[in-house]
């Protein structure tokens, strides 16, 4: 037990006599005569109406931010300039805004564009779609945001792990080849449904359910993604025709060595030749993040080199598959091709709000992560509602899942974003490719979309940080895992649920089985602290003081009961062989039993009278939060009597072991 | 926000030329000159490996109580009788077992016996089951438990929620009266499951797997049972015919009202006499519970008036529906009906399970309830395998699910037992029933099996409990109401499914939307507390001292980091309306943060970087539980210093205040 240490041989000896100094320099006043302790009583509460509670709840559970702050004290006026600002930020901005700032934006922006051209061709592939819909994408979301959103240097357009999760979703049940109408229909459908989503989480407030997505649980799926992701790449880098549509590794990488003779050696070294140049570039960056458009311009100068080398070579190499005819021309309208009846229409909803619920997760995140970094405020609900938007329009308008991605929003930052119109700047550099340089592409080979791919998402592989959370926190690197081993051999969304399910089962299990201490006092001071921690901490004689660190509910009020009454029998046997003297009362520290239950209530009074028929006294010490009116309106309070609950350990102990001399 | 009364005008004022005294009557020691405060450093808890740690894990969560304890320093041969004893309690009591206790374990088995076979039969048509089930069920269980059970007022039978619920879940997919053999074989599978799945929780020690379902959701839960149950009993009540097989509100109460010309008024008036009769019974009872007998007599009693009334109009009266001829003679065996294939196995496995767990929770209840009133323990884990093993041996001699019943339990109490051998009384009560006396029960009417149900579930139905939720704990009631709605409108596993939903969500929202609360001093102590709460705690000038009370996991990191900006935000506008002093340093006070994981990690550390830049100090208090070993491994501690973590928020206050005054 390591507990039986620092026994104070007697009372007096360390409660007594003792002053603690509060403050310093100051000299004391004079020493009274007789020294009479002050106890505190335990205050209630102050008293509210049910409606009054339940409106402060809801307020703390949907408006923390307390959103209506800037509006107080303001004339009407005002008030509608902040509220027309408050929904499109960019009317807030664009007046600041300044020519020198203009251009930051237009060299980030076409940095910008130089990646995501490239990218969204690779990731509308990656979704089985055409790639010319990943194009689209990198057009109308990106105006769209920079007119909603409040974040500088988010960089919108399509992104690896929803397009990847969207291509599995579908691709399930709908064959993109065999049915290639239909998947873009669902696509756009999901799309809209993603979007929302998106939206009513952030007009209802509920931004915080993307909070169960836990980093630790993110890190771990997002590498099982990568995993994934860069197996299936080899499609393309190997040349395969015949290749699997399922997404766990086991079939991934038996379609890849089951068709060796499709290997197509020149597709094979130009493939590994590119990827090794993307590779490091990429490194180049990493290590030296000044040289950030190397890895920038990297995806953009490998195409064109493909392309020309392709274009070169076309009629000597027919193992080499090619994009083909883009059609030119600006984003279709897409609204007639939404899909609201049918047999699909779940998958679609299904799909929409996964890819939605990830998508968001990933721009909030990289929103935070950059307004930090300027130190200005990125507003989760509102972002949301932007990104929701921006979803709804793009179904409408031929576009697929888009948010803000990570790798280009880096680029963008590092390119000295300073404002959203870079985002206008790409999507205008998306413009004039949609319009003017489709045909450059038709000899763009599939094999430099896949290491572009690989590239990307090779970064999401963060081994350091899961070697961090194995140091740190044992359940975090759990739940990591298991998202990981999810994603490779189950599947996307399945092994999304299995993290999220380790997550919250951690916090079931912390209040299942929370932790119970044994305190002592720390010598000449009114300190009550783990005894088994602080080696200065001493028993007292006579008392068992318990701290419960959760709060007592239904899930625990079992184990919590059995688990004190073994403190007591130890703590009775330690007594009986080290003939001390015998324990009379047990004092319960509350201060982090933050709230209690109907069950927890039941439990304390069921407690009470075990121990009262062994004769030991039951105090309770600082009931904290709604506690204390709990056990006033259960009417426990009454029948424990106000002189069982003390405001502190020290005062518990004073009053009661001075009500247990002999008076004089 | 009623937070600004009482706010110190100097620091000194308050904290300086103070004295504690933390004894009394004892002469204080000469005063020292010089008063000089003692800060304590926070101690990391002490070291342990992974391995370690996780053996200590472990045995928290499967052996909390230690189930070992009694073996200690014992010899081999004590070992194995108490290893013996701890197998089968039985061989312990019976040590201790006198004549006189004999005398009253017969009394209250025949007691329990006189109830226990109406009730046998009553709920075995409950179940869909032909009611000798309900007498097979009532005689081998009881003599298990008295072998295996460790609780000595433990009444073992049928019962009327498990009955209901086999009922309603297996019904919906067998017709017990198209296909009573195959619903029969499912009914003693389900039972085998219960059982396997009851004993493997004792065995595996997860037990707490039960805790869930909390007492307010069982109290919904019941209630609404009870309510539907009670309904369905009208068929036999009104001697209606064709009435439907499912459990909804809607459909029974349709059912009912559409069938008004099979209502047979002979049936209605006997049928409401003796429910009126047994109502009454029930009622004296409960104001005097030392006529307890009274209520425990009453079933039998009604069942032979009414079986000789029946016997008697037996010409007259073709509308009563009467039990008819019931096989005599002992358990068959049914091992061989046992079903572990085919297209229903899947049904009878969830059947089994819930049922099972719903079974368990009552059982183990029941047990504990009567083994606090009387002093003992009674350990879970070994009752979950008692109960389960006797499901499984129940489901190979033609028994249905069994548990303690509340209601023949409470009587078994009242009417004296002493220990088990009062269920090998009733064992041996239903042997002689079933061996000569089934004949007598040809005549028997339907309508009296109804009263009887009826009145036995009334029991289960209690509003004051629910009110007393309503006062106590508004989320209990929900969960409460949640579960009756769900019982009564939707399905019973389903019902049960939200309201678990319910509580767990409780827990979660919790942790999701913790309380943050604003500290003040105490005047003349060192005791910081909720300055809302403790009118007479009173504001330290430039510090704001927030109290986090939950763990800090990734689910509030976003909230706590934005909830505790606002605040700081707040204190900043009062601070600039009333020209108080400038807020320098925040103090957050860790003593309810018993558990930090790594994304509270990260926010602290972001935390402090927007402080920082806002030249503000930040300053943890008393980190417990995990949270400084988190600190430590994760080098939080070392970018945040040792001189930001304090133990107390008293010797924060000082240290930091004196610090900033210039140095003389």
């Known amino acids: 037990m390591g507990l039986n240490s620092n026994r104070v041989e007697d009372f007096s000896t360390h409660t007594g006599n003792t002053t603690v100094r509060v403050s310093t320099e100051i000299p004391m006043p004079a020493a009274p005569e007789a020294v009479t302790m002050e106890i505190h009583s335990v205050c209630m509460p102050p008293k509210k109406t049910t409606f009054q509670k339940l409106k402060h709840r809801v307020s703390e559970i949907f408006f923390p931010d307390d959103p209506l702050y800037g509006f107080k004290n303001q004339t009407w006026c005002k008030k509608l300039v902040l509220g027309v600002q408050s929904l499109f930020p960019i009317c807030k901005w664009f007046l600041e805004y300044e020519l020198r700032m203009f251009r930051s934006d237009i060299i980030s922006g076409l940095t910008i564009a130089s990646l995501a051209i490239p990218q969204g061709i690779s990731y509308a592939k990656l979704a089985n779609l055409p790639p010319i819909v990943g194009l689209y994408s990198s ?35 709908v064959s993109p080849t065999d049915e290639p109408i239909l998947y873009l229909q669902l696509a756009f459908t999901a799309t809209f449904f993603a979007g929302v989503f998106q939206a009513s989480l952030g007009l209802l407030r509920l931004g915080f359910v993307i909070d169960f997505l836990s980093k630790a649980t993110l890190l771990g799926f997002m590498a099982g993604a990568a995993v994934i992701v860069s197996l299936q790449q080899l499609k393309g880098l190997l040349g395969i025709v015949h290749f699997t549509n399922k997404m766990q590794i086991i079939p991934v990488l038996t379609s890849v060595f089951k068709h060796e003779n499709e290997w197509s050696w020149q597709t094979v070294v130009m493939g590994l030749g590119f990827l090794l140049f993307l590779l490091t570039a990429r490194h180049i960056s990493m290590k030296k993040p000044k040289l950030f458009w190397v890895s920038a311009a990297a995806p953009l100068t490998s195409v064109i080199l493909s392309t020309i080398l392709v274009f070169c070579i076309r009629s000597k190499a027919h193992g080499i598959s090619y994009i083909g005819h883009l059609q030119k021309g600006l984003n279709p309208p897409s609204l007639n091709m939404l899909y609201f009846n049918g047999q699909h229409l779940a998958l679609a909803i299904k799909t929409g709000i996964v890819t939605g619920i990830l998508s968001l997760t990933e721009g909030i995140a990289v929103g935070r992560t950059f307004a930090s970094l300027k130190n200005y405020q990125v507003d989760g609900n509102k972002e949301m509602m932007a990104i929701g938007l921006m979803n709804m329009a793009g179904s409408c308008t031929s576009c697929y899942v888009t948010t803000g991605s990570f790798s280009r929003s880096a680029v963008n930052y590092n390119a000295g974003a300073q404002t959203a119109i870079s985002n206008i700047v790409l999507a205008a550099a998306v413009f004039v490719t949609l319009m003017f340089l489709m045909p450059l592409f038709y000899y763009t080979p599939n094999f430099i979309l896949a290491a572009i791919i690989i590239t990307a998402v090779i970064g999401l592989i963060d081994y350091q940080g899961a070697y961090k959370l194995w140091k740190v926190d044992k359940l975090d690197f759990l739940a990591c895992i298991s998202s ?15 993290a999220v399910g380790v997550s919250v089962f ?3 299990l912390h209040v299942t089985r929370p932790n119970t201490v044994v305190l002592g006092n720390i010598p000449r001071t009114q300190i009550y602290q783990n005894l088994h921690r602080y080696r200065e901490a001493s028993r007292v004689p006579s008392f ?13 009020t079992t184990y919590l009961q059995e688990r004190m009454l073994r403190w007591i029998r130890e703590e009775e046997d330690w007594i009986k062989e080290n003939h001390e003297s015998t324990l009379k009362c047990i004092i319960i520290d509350m201060t982090a039993v933050t709230a209690i239950d109907t069950s927890g209530i039941d439990m304390l009074c069921e407690l009470r009278k ?47 072991s001075a009500a247990w001399k002999p008076q004089p």
Chains 1, 2 share one sequence.
């Open 544 to 556: 068992l003081i318990l701290a419960i660190e959760s709060p007592i509910y239904f899930a625990n």
């Open 484 to 498: 990981f081993f999810g994603v490779l051999f189950i599947s996307v969304p399945l092994g999304l649920a299995i």
């Open 139 to 173: 057009f109308v979301p990106p105006l769209i945001y920079s007119v909603l959103g409040s974040s500088r240097h988010l960089a919108v357009g399509p992104v690896s792990i929803a397009s990847l999760v969207m291509g599995t979703m579908l691709s399930g049940s």
């Open 506 to 508: 951690k916090i079931l």
């Open 610 to 656: 075990i121990l009262l028929e062994r004769k030991l006294q039951l105090v309770l010490v600082n009931p904290v939060g709604n506690a204390m009116e709990k056990l006033h309106n259960s009417k426990t309070l009454e029948s424990f009597g106000t002189s069982s609950v003390y405001l502190t350990v020290g005062e518990a102990v004073g009053d009661i």
